[in-house]
């Protein structure tokens, strides 16, 4: 886990949805090493499509577990 230096809002309404359901959220790391990296609605914005898999198989891990719990 890699903690974040700035404090982010990209959660605060994924609160509201664990009022109603149990759930998690995580956040998918999707910057470029050694390169400026610009904040997501900037128009200079570039992902590491790379990541894509790490999350693909992040989210298929968690249903595979969840459902092992059936």
Known sequence: ????????????????????APGAMFRLGIGKEGQHNYPLHHPRFVLDESAIFTGVVMMAYAAYQYLEQL
Do not use: K, N, Q, W
């Open 1 to 20: 886990m890699i903690s974040i230096p700035e404090p982010s809002l990209g959660a605060e309404d994924f609160a509201v949805y664990l009022e109603h």
